[in-house]
């Protein structure tokens, strides 16, 4: 069971922008950086956020991350289809000693 | 480029061990942090182990912890994860990936394509 809350799916049309919520608590999210990975179908993550809204070299400024106490949130802008994926947050919790992933949430581009 | 390449899963029973094993190249593999993630069939990722740059620190998730140990040889560039006393509920694809920096709540900047376990009578 995840200490991070996502919502399971989420959906837009082509060219709307669509955001996805992280819940946390006090020992991850409210205390360290968060990170944003997208997973497409059969394929391994790729990290699409950092340190909670850097982005890696080659990764569109559609996808922006923001951090507000002990939530995060990551949006997509101009959806396109290449976004169907399923979306993960994560960080470090300082309780657990460990590393915890979101939920997870399907993005479905209509 | 940064590669990274998982091998040694496949079926084992209940109770036995397996070790998998992630070969690195393109980096300098000495001075990162290394973790494992896993995902079971049709569910969500799950964090597993990680050991720091310079292998001083190591941490588990509580599912694994005292059946798992994960380790590293930086002179054959290699990541090792031991596991025993395995559980159906260990069935799953094991990704290793690499750090951004040296420090264990990095995050994961590059991923191998996994390797699957199965843990089946």
């Known amino acids: 069971q995840s200490v991070l809350t996502q919502p399971p799916s989420a959906s837009g049309t082509p060219g709307q922008r669509v955001t996805i919520s992280c819940s946390g608590s006090?020992?991850?999210?409210?205390?360290?950086?968060v990170s944003w990975y997208q997973q497409l179908p059969g394929t391994a993550p790729k990290l699409l956020i950092y340190s909670s809204n850097q982005r890696p070299s080659g990764v569109p400024d559609r996808f922006s991350g923001s951090k507000s106490g002990t939530s995060a949130s990551l949006a997509i802008s101009g959806l396109r289809s290449e976004d169907e994926a399923d979306y993960y947050c994560a960080t470090w919790d300082d309780s657990l000693s460990g590393y915890v992933f979101g939920t997870g949430t399907k993005v479905t581009v209509l | 480029e940064v590669q990274l390449l998982e091998s040694g899963g496949g079926l084992v029973q209940p109770g036995g061990s397996l070790r998998l094993s992630c070969a690195a190249s393109g980096f300098t593999f000495s001075s990162y942090s290394v973790t494992w993630v896993r995902q079971a069939p049709g569910k969500g990722l799950e964090w597993v182990s990680v050991?720091?740059?310079?292998?001083?620190?190591?941490h588990y998730a509580e599912s694994v912890k005292g059946r798992f140990t994960i380790s590293r040889d930086n002179s054959k560039n290699t990541l090792y994860l031991q596991m025993s006393s395995l559980r159906v509920e260990d069935t799953a694809t094991y990704y290793c990936?690499?750090?951004?920096?040296?420090?264990?709540?990095?995050?994961?900047?590059?991923w191998g394509h996994g390797t699957l376990v199965t843990v089946s009578s």
């Open positions: 050991l720091s740059g310079s292998g001083g620190r190591t």
């Open positions: 990936a690499k750090g951004r920096w040296g420090a264990v709540s990095d995050p994961f900047d590059s």
């Open positions: 006090s020992s991850n999210i409210g205390d360290n950086y």
